[in-house]
């Protein structure tokens, strides 16, 4: 009897092989997929933090908008007093499905 891998133990090698590649193909995918979303997420956080930083510089007084950046809808609302409860939400698309991103906080008006 000679030695070396028999024809069956060959194909099992190979079905096994072929599985593992696919479920690397198939989570490369799942990861290629939350990058975007950890992007579109990060970029959003910003422009969250430049809307506060608008918000701040504002007269202290209630106020409500909407905006347009790009593949973002951004809206907010500032409440009046001298501690203003801001709200900043942040809306996109990804996977085919809409997204919201919330960002609360408080500002001090100081006449």
């Known amino acids: ?3 070396g891998f028999s024809l069956v133990e060959c194909l099992v090698a190979s079905v096994l092989l072929s599985v593992g590649l696919l479920a690397i193909a198939s989570s490369h995918r799942a990861v290629q997929r939350l990058d975007l979303l950890a992007g579109r997420t990060a970029a959003a956080a910003a ?3 430049s809307r ?3 918000l701040r ?3 202290c007084a209630a106020a409500s908008g909407t905006a347009l950046s790009g593949p ?3 809206r907010w609302s500032v409440a009046s007093g ?3 409860d801001v709200s900043v939400e942040i809306h996109f698309q990804h996977d085919g499905r809409l997204r919201a991103v919330r960002y609360d906080g408080a500002l001090l008006c100081l006449p």
């Open 57 to 59: 510089s504002a007269p």
């Open 82 to 84: 001298v501690v203003r």
């Open 52 to 54: 506060f930083a608008v």
């Open 72 to 74: 973002f809808d951004e």
């Open 47 to 49: 422009l969250a933090e």
């Open 1 to 3: 009897m000679r030695g």
